[in-house]
């Protein structure tokens, strides 16, 4: 029987003839002859294509081997969503304590504690520390936000009596020079690339942009990626464009205050760079009395709050 130019039907047992060619038999050539010939074996039908296996129920797989998220894309997904039951509980002393011996890194590579924020030496009893944990350095919302903020606080002077402010970052030290020309940010910025600090003071990790930007963005979400990655690829030659930090952390805004009466000269050390945390080895006078975790990208406290809560509301 022959429908078109030709089909052929074998009975079973017969040859057939030529060789399987994806979808065409061709005895003579690898192309399709010019009348195609499809002839089927009634004993052991052929399927040209088999369709793809049905997805899995129990949930996405992907292969993280290949993933250039730190973490892997599964956990990207995971946390796409982001996480509104972030806690805004206030650390413990334990916490203080252990990120207190963290390394941290300036502009300049030089390593430093974080718990040397809060030394004693050189400064007033009673004061007040702002720290702001941001994202990964090539992060627009985040750029935006630390612009904001530097318009409000163009200079130490900016601030009451007593009270300072501080960046940290989770990327290379390296990236810092140009963060703080992008920013025009003007105070202390440090990072800790292994993001121990953010760890350990409960701040969580999603890809989550929330339900609306905060008034502090002030331009598109196309031109904040379109930047972000026009800064990356100007750091290819510098060797850190893949150094920005986790792309999947988030931070938030934290407010330390130090009273402690300055020891007295019979219990203090030789030194006089000796920090708070190194003469007592506990934090018990280092305190956060206020803090803010991100649950998604663009959650950073709002810039009046922000400035109410360090006495700049007017």
């Known amino acids: 029987m022959a429908v078109g130019n030709s089909l052929a039907v074998h009975s079973p047992g017969s040859p057939l003839p030529g060789r399987w060619k994806g979808s065409w038999i061709d005895s003579q050539t690898d192309e399709p002859p010019n009348s195609p010939t499809l002839s089927f074996s009634m004993a052991s039908p052929t399927r040209l294509l088999p369709p ?19 973490g892997g894309c599964g956990a990207a997904l995971e946390n796409s969503k982001g996480n509104d039951k972030v806690s805004n509980d206030l650390p413990s002393s334990s916490m203080i ?27 007033p009893a009673r004061r007040k520390i702002l720290v702001v944990f941001i994202r990964h350095f090539f992060c627009g919302n985040c750029q935006e936000y630390i612009s904001y903020l530097a318009s409000s606080i163009p200079s130490p002077k900016s601030l009451p ?4 402010v501080v960046v940290i970052g989770c990327g ?3 990236l810092i020079p140009m963060y703080t020309q992008i920013t025009g940010w003007a105070l202390p910025i440090y990072t800790d690339p292994t993001s121990r600090i953010h760890s350990i003071f409960g701040l969580t990790r999603t890809l989550s942009l929330g339900p609306a930007a905060p008034d ?8 904040l990626i379109v930047r972000g990655i026009t800064q990356g690829l100007k750091r290819v030659r510098t060797g850190d464009a893949l150094k920005s930090g986790d792309m999947l952390q988030v931070g938030g805004e934290f407010l330390f205050e130090v009273d402690e009466t300055p020891p007295s000269r019979s219990a203090s050390s030789s030194s006089s760079s000796l920090t708070l945390l190194s003469l007592k080895r506990d934090v018990g006078s280092v305190q956060v009395t206020w803090c803010h975790r991100m649950n998604h990208t663009r959650d950073h406290t709002e810039i009046p709050v922000l400035l109410g809560i360090l006495g700049l509301e007017n």
């Open 52 to 70: 793809p296996p049905p997805p899995k129920k129990d949930g996405l797989h992907i292969r993280t081997a290949t993933c250039p998220l730190p």
């Open 97 to 123: 304590r252990q990120a207190g011996d963290i390394p941290i890194f300036d502009s300049e590579g030089n390593e430093s504690r974080f718990g040397d924020l809060f030394q004693t030496a050189g400064f």
């Open 161 to 164: 009596p007593n009270t300072s």
């Open 172 to 174: 290379s030290p390296s």
């Open 216 to 223: 502090y963005i002030r331009v598109s979400l196309t031109s």
